[in-house]
DNA sequence: CGGACCGTTGAATGGTTTCAAAGGTCGTGG
DNA sequence: CCACGACCTTTGAAACCATTCAACGGTCCG
C-alpha cells in the first residue's frame, strides 16, 4: 500500500489561497467570490506514475489542471505509431469544454494531482464569469505557440537539436520554477523516459538514448546516473537546439 | 497593372451581412449592435499571391481575418530551414490580442484579401463583449486540435502518408465549401506549390514531388496538369493517410 | 531569345530506424 | 539472501527512407 502524500491526506479540506498553481491555472483571475463558487464544486483526483487519465474517445465528464506532477497527451497511430501532442506541466488545463469526448490519450507521467470541475458546471461557470474565459483563452493561445514550436522541432530539427531542445526547454521551466541564482549552471532531472522522449520528439528510444550519450560526450551535458543532468552552459546547449541565441527575450 | 477584382472594387463598401466568412469568423456570434460597431472600425487589405503580410517579430498594430484566399504561417531557422505551422483559410484569425509583435511569418500564398481591426479598439471590444472572446477561444481550441494532428503528421508518418494526408484534407475542405453531391469522387486544385507543401509537410520538395507521381502511379490520384487533383476512392486515399477510416466521424 | 519559376527524375549519400544483444536497477518471492 | 523478472537504458550492425546534388522539361513573360 503507498504511503499517502500530504496532499493526499487533504484532498477535500485542500485551500485555494494555498494552492501552488492558483495564480497560474485556469482561475488565476478569479476573484474571492469567484473562488468560492469554484471551491464549492472542485474536486481533486490523483493518479500513480503510468497510470492512464482517460483513453481517447473516452467520455469526459470533467475538466481540470494539474497541481503537481506531470502527463501527456499522446495520439495514436492504428499500427501503434504514438506521438505526444502535448505536455501537461502544473497549471496545465485538461479537456475542453462543449466537448464530451477525450481527444487524446491522457497518462501520468510521474505521480499526478488534478484540481477537476465537473464539465457542465464548469461550462456554465464560464458563461457567467468572463475571467475564467478570458484565463483560458491566454493559456490556449499559449498552447497554440507552444505547438507550433514542437511543428518546427518535428519538422525540420535533426535528432540532435531535438535532444538539445528537450533539455533546455525543460531545463529553463525548471529554472523558473526555482528562481535560479545568477549561476550560470543548470542542474535538474529529465522527468521522462527515455521512450516518452522519442515520443515527444518523433524519434525512436534508441536514438535518443545515441543522441543523449553524443551530447554528453560532448561535454554538452553532463549526467549523473541516467536522469540527472548539469548543463554546463546553457547558451551552448541553444546552439545545439538550432534555436536563436536570443529567442528567449521575444518569447 | 493588375486589373482589380470585385472586391478590391468595393474595398470601402462591403457590407458585413454579405460577407462571406460572416457565419465563421471571429465575428460570427455577434448580434447586429455589435455588428455595427466592427463594421465602424474594420478595412480590408489585400495582398498579392507571394506576398509577406507581416514578418516575424514586426510590430503588428491589427488583427484580422482571413476573407478569401490562403496564407501560411511560417517559422524559419537561421540555416533557412522553414517550417509552415499553420495554413491559413478563410475565416482564420491572424494576429494575437495583447501581443505587440508577430510571432511568424505571415505570406500570402494565393491572392489574399483580410478584414482588419486596429488592434487596440479590438482588444477593448473584446473586454466587453464576450461572444467575440467567446468566438476566438473556440477557434483558438479548433486551431490546437488542428495543429495536434499536424504533429502526429511530422512526427510519425511517412512522406508518402504525409502527401495523402495533405491531399485528404485539401479534399475534405473543398468538399464541404462546395456542398458537394453525394458521388463519391473529388475533384480540386492544390493551392500549394510543391515547395509550400513540402514546407508545411517537412519534406523536400523533390520528396513531394516524387511521392505525388507514386501516388498517381498506384492510382491512388489522378492528376491533371500539376495542380488539379481527382480523388476515385477517398477512403483508400485515407487508408495511405495511415488515418483511422472512421476518424472523420468523432471529429 | 533568355531568364525566372515550377516541377520531375536519377544517383549517391547519409541520418535515422530496425533488429539484436546485453548491462543496470529495483522489487518480489522462493 | 539471492534469484528472477520487469523495466529502463545503452550500444552495435545492417537496412532503409528521405535528402542532397544534379540535370532537365515546361510555361510564362519581358
Chains 1, 2 share one sequence.
Not at 487524446?104 to 505521480?111: K, R
Not at 535533426?158 to 529554472?175: H, P, Q, V
Request: hydrophobic content about 40%.
Amino acid at each position: 500500500m503507498p504511503k499517502p502524500s500530504i496532499i493526499e491526506d487533504n484532498l477535500s479540506s485542500q485551500d485555494c489561497a494555498d494552492c501552488p498553481i492558483r495564480h497560474r491555472a485556469v482561475c488565476a483571475r478569479c476573484e474571492s467570490e469567484e473562488m468560492a463558487l469554484l471551491e464549492e464544486v472542485k474536486y481533486y483526483r490523483t493518479f500513480q506514475a503510468g497510470q492512464t487519465v482517460i483513453w481517447s474517445g473516452d467520455r469526459m465528464d470533467f475538466v481540470g489542471s494539474v497541481v503537481t506532477g506531470i502527463a501527456s497527451l499522446t495520439q495514436t497511430m492504428e499500427d501503434g505509431r504514438r506521438q505526444m501532442v502535448g505536455l501537461l506541466l502544473p497549471s496545465d488545463f485538461i479537456g475542453r469544454p462543449g466537448r464530451q469526448t477525450a481527444a487524446y490519450d491522457v497518462t501520468a507521467i510521474s505521480d499526478v494531482v488534478m484540481c477537476c470541475f465537473r464539465r457542465k458546471p464548469f461550462e456554465e461557470m464560464m458563461v457567467r464569469t468572463p475571467r475564467i474565459a478570458q484565463r483560458l483563452l491566454e493559456m490556449t493561445l499559449d498552447e497554440l505557440d507552444a505547438a507550433r514550436e514542437w511543428m518546427l522541432l518535428l519538422g525540420r530539427k535533426t535528432a540532435r537539436e531535438k535532444i538539445a531542445s528537450l533539455i533546455a526547454i525543460i531545463g529553463r521551466r525548471d529554472a523558473e520554477l526555482k528562481l535560479r541564482s545568477a549561476g550560470n549552471d543548470l542542474t535538474f532531472d529529465l522527468p521522462l523516459t527515455r521512450e516518452a522522449m522519442a515520443d515527444y520528439l518523433g524519434l525512436t528510444l534508441e536514438t535518443v538514448s545515441r543522441q543523449i550519450s553524443a551530447l554528453k560526450r560532448d561535454g554538452v551535458i553532463l549526467l549523473e546516473g541516467k536522469r540527472h543532468v548539469t548543463v554546463p552552459d546553457f547558451d551552448r546547449l541553444l546552439e545545439e537546439a538550432g534555436d536563436d541565441t536570443d529567442g528567449g527575450l521575444l518569447v
